[in-house]
């Protein structure tokens, strides 16, 4: 049996190498896995958990669209749309929102760090943001969800919320219980600049992360400056996890050529940082470089952009539209 895939990125603008290893690489070899049946959704409505300019926001939700096509995902094999097109999005999670309880919610520990110090400036759907999480997946029932580990605590809400709706309402498996689907490796590509941080958009140095849409000249200037330490390249993996610049580049490397780390550090023992690096810089430029031109092409073209969307919000619709009709049956709407 095939699996029901469903998977949400946010429209905010610098999607990087982090993204593309950690999330959208998958994205595509679960969509070329014969019987799955994807969904990949740009989840607008958790973008403007926090201020955001219309213009840009529109733009980043083009953007990250192109970054789908441009890594391999097909629309004529998967559903690609934006969630504020489908309203059963924002019902379902109001409706689930009645069941989650704040001490679920007041667990969540993307909340405390998006919000700071000063969580009585946060939004209110910020706070709630993981419930519009829950009805994205919930709607569609997915059998199996690819997240970051970041997003595992997300996850495991979903599945509380599930459980309790069908406990509530005497409905036994009427809300599928979704599994995360997290990468074994290199599962967290960490920032160019500081080894202990993850590769982020947020982060104020360009030179921190290889975005996907930088040219050839930036890449390769990204990956000479990136940080590493004194010592030889390794021979064995004993010790990395002190070098985690080291450990890092070995990691995106052997990612991007599908191979393990152990390979990696075979092919480079005994060689210098430097040949390191340019052979690293040649196999990011091979893989990100020809999606960073498509994506360029495609953003150029709206209207295609735009078509995609729509097509995939009529497919979306049908799907989340039935389901939100029975779960209101269940309510007693
Ligand atoms: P975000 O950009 O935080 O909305 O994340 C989109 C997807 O990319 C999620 O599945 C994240 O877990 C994944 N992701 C974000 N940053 C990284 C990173 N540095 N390394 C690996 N995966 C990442
Ligand atoms: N919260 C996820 C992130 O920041 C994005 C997301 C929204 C998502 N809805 C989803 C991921 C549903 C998986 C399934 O990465």
Known sequence: MGKKIFSGVQPTGNLHLGNYI?????????????????????????????????????SNIRETTATFLASGIDPNKSIIFNQSLVPAHSEGSWILGC???MGWLNRM???KEKAGKDK?????????????MTADILLYDASHVPVGEDQKQHLELSRDIAQKFNLDFNAPNFLRVPEPL????????????DGTKKMSKSEASDLSRINLTDSKDQIVNKIRKAKTDTYPLPV???NLDQRPEVENLLGIYSSLNKQSLKDTINDFSGKNFS?????????????????????????KNNDYIDSILEKGGEKANKIASRKILEIKKILGF
């Open 109 to 111: 520990t993307q909340f």
């Open 120 to 132: 009585e400036k946060a939004s209110v759907g910020l706070y709630i943001y993981p419930v519009l």
């Open 99 to 101: 069941i989650a309880r």
């Open 182 to 193: 997290i990468q074994k490796n290199f599962s967290r590509i960490m920032s160019l600049k």
């Open 236 to 238: 064995d993996e004993k």
């Open 275 to 299: 040949d390191f690096k340019e052979k690293l810089a040649d196999l990011v430029v091979e893989k990100i470089l020809p999606i960073s031109n498509e994506i360029n092409k495609l953003k």
């Open 22 to 58: 950690g999330a959208i690489k998958n994205f595509v070899d679960l969509q070329n896995e014969k019987e799955n049946e994807c969904i990949y959704c740009v989840v607008d409505l958790h973008a403007i958990t926090v201020k955001q300019d219309p213009k840009i926001l529109k």
